[in-house]
């Protein structure tokens, strides 16, 4: 089965940086892209941007463009999704999600809560 | 603002039918396969309906997925309290080169 999962919630203050890990299983790493999405409080789905597990190539979202890196490991099967100069407006879910590029997102993961308070 | 235009909140009976609408354009929903998620409160989305109208084996036949020119829309049939959720539409966007999400429609069973 496919499997896709995330590291735990995590605090921090304004300014600072938070790096979330999404662990896959289930399928071959290489053939699919992984696509990361987040949710603030009672709002919608935004997409974040995607990066390929086939070769590291990513497109991120302009509302993070210049904040967000997204890498991979593929001796461990791990996405990492690194955003800095957090903001109170980060505050959000995180989630990554399997994804064929134009297909869109299949399976997700549980979703990473971050907390940005000073 | 989302991308993808979705009505803020559907209702229906149980076994009732209820249809939820996604707008979009020709370089979203017109070009795309539409894709239609399930959100049960504090749980991450779930693939519902892929490529306008498919059906993972594990989702009821209740829920069916269509679209036309640059609207889609998701239809569930024989209505349950469990399908009270949030519903998300998502496409890929051309100019993006990303993917694209409605606002998302709270679905309550009445």
């Known amino acids: 089965q496919v499997h896709l999962v995330q590291s735990g919630a995590q605090v921090k203050k304004p300014g600072a940086s938070v790096k979330v890990s999404c662990k896959v299983s289930g399928y071959s790493f290489m053939n699919y892209d992984i696509t990361w999405v987040r949710q603030a409080p009672g709002q919608g789905l935004e997409w974040m941007g995607w990066i390929s597990g086939y070769n590291a190539k990513t497109n991120y979202a302009q509302s993070v463009h210049g904040r967000v890196t997204m890498t991979t490991d593929t001796s461990t099967s791990t996405v990492f999704m690194e955003l800095r100069s957090l903001r109170s407006d980060d505050t959000a879910v995180y989630y990554c999600a399997r994804s064929l590029r134009r297909d869109g997102p299949d399976y997700w993961g549980q979703g990473t809560l971050v907390t940005v308070s000073s | 603002q989302s991308v993808l235009t979705q009505p803020p909140s559907a209702s229906g009976t149980p076994g009732q039918r209820v249809t939820i609408s996604c707008s979009g354009s020709w370089s979203t929903i017109g070009n795309n396969y539409v894709n239609w998620y399930q959100q049960l409160p504090g749980t991450a989305p779930k693939l519902l309906i892929y490529r306008n109208d498919e059906r993972p084996s594990e989702v009821p036949d209740r829920f069916s997925g269509s679209k036309s020119g640059t609207s889609a829309s998701l239809a569930i049939s024989g209505l349950r309290s469990e399908d009270e959720a949030d519903y998300y539409c998502?496409?890929?966007?051309?100019?993006?080169?990303?993917?694209?999400f409605g606002g998302g429609t709270k679905l309550t069973v009445l």
């Open positions: 998502g496409s890929w966007d051309d100019s993006l080169s990303g993917q694209v």
